[in-house]
């Protein structure tokens, strides 16, 4: 076998266990990846309570994202942008109304999942900038965070932690809208 032959085939194997690698990672049992097939459940939290607290319910999110300097050829940066619900940090009393507050955290994580497609977005525009560094991802994450706790205390204040049925799904059509207008910006696209 030449040496040309034999470069390419540890290549082929190294990308193969690099992404492997990558897919184990997105896969932590203490992160569920946010996907709009999938509704959370009780199990998904972590912590577990039946004496009720301020709320039902609290779900701790978490955007990140892993970038080099090297990412500014990229197409796209949809999958090096994640949303995650982060289980141990999560909780649920039990002896709530526990479909109301699935519902309530199903969509605060869906409107995550909005400023998750908007980051991703923000660095497709910016990619050139990223060549000089990740420094302008790490602003445009805390801009998009600001927005994002701003959007999550409208969403609160609006439909009383998502018991106002009406508010509720006015926000749940309103949600669905903007996810499907930032289609091109979803993790597996």
Known sequence: MNNCIQIKISLALFAVFILNTDCLAQQSDDRLLWNG????????????????????????????????????????????????????????????????????????????????????????????????????????????MAEFSKRRMDYIRETDYGKNEIKQKEWEALIQKEIAALNNFAFDR
């Open 37 to 144: 097939n999938y509704q959370l459940t009780v199990s998904d939290f972590g912590i577990k309570t039946n004496s009720l607290e301020n709320s039902s319910s609290f779900a701790q999110f978490s955007l990140d994202y892993q970038l080099n300097g090297f990412d500014f050829m990229a197409r796209n940066f949809n999958k090096k942008v994640r949303n995650y619900l982060i289980r141990s940090a999560s909780w649920i009393d039990t002896s709530a109304n526990i479909p109301q507050s699935l519902r309530y955290q199903q969509t605060l994580f869906n409107i995550s999942e909005i400023y998750t497609r908007q980051f991703r977005k923000a660095l497709r525009e910016n990619r050139k900038k990223i060549i000089m560094g990740t420094q302008i991802a790490e602003e445009l994450n805390q801009n998009i």
